[in-house]
């Protein structure tokens, strides 16, 4: 058994296993309590049989805190377990005084009853590292977070140079000269100009006013 993987992680766990933890911690008090009470005297569960009860709550609590696989059919037959045996020792404690009916059982068997109705709710809520249906491994659900992606491997979109980019590339490359590559940039810009006029935004005559500035 690995003990050094138990650690007490709250905030990570989820409310099925709060409850579960609680359930655990709380049956445990109980104990300490009195389940026999007969008013001139009490005894609390430690001392009686229902300290094996509490060992229907050790597994749930000892899956909690490994954060681990929760194989939920044991975990209800554990609660559901505590559930009834408890129900049986307080109708045990039951009796006939004078043609009434008295229950000697004490507060600490109705506590832990309590705590075993709530670890049932806590089992079937409960979401370790893995969560599945018994012999179903397709079933299970990761709740592992994936690893995020290094920026180096994130594909980025490539960036379309531009007709006057490509022309100043070719006239730093000395493909063009001088004189081509400004003859080259006027056209590009009067290509500009008729897109501009044909599309409405210059009129005519702001058109042939920017060409002749070219000129």
Known sequence: MDYKSIKFDWANWNIGGRIIFVSACVAALSM??????????????????????LGLHLYPAFVVLKNTVLDKTIGLACS?????????????????VFGSSVSFA????????LASIALIAGVVKY???????????????????PTPLEPSTIRQPQR??????????????????????TAKRKELEVTKLKDALNAGVLNQEEYEAKVAALI
Request: glycine share 8%; net charge negative.
């Open 32 to 53: 300490l309590m009195p389940w026999f009470d007969m008013g001139i005297g009490t005894r609390p569960g430690i001392f009686m049989w229902t300290i094996l009860l």
């Open 80 to 96: 559901i377990a505590a559930v009834l045996a408890t129900l049986y020792f307080i109708k045990s404690m039951s009796t006939e």
């Open 127 to 145: 979401v370790g590292e893995f969560t599945y249906a018994p012999h179903d491994e397709e079933t299970r659900v990761s709740t592992v977070r």
């Open 160 to 181: 379309t140079e531009t007709p006057a980019e490509k022309l100043k590339a070719a006239l730093d490359a000395g493909v063009l000269s001088q004189e081509e590559y």
């Open 106 to 113: 004490g507060i600490g068997a109705k506590i832990f009853l």
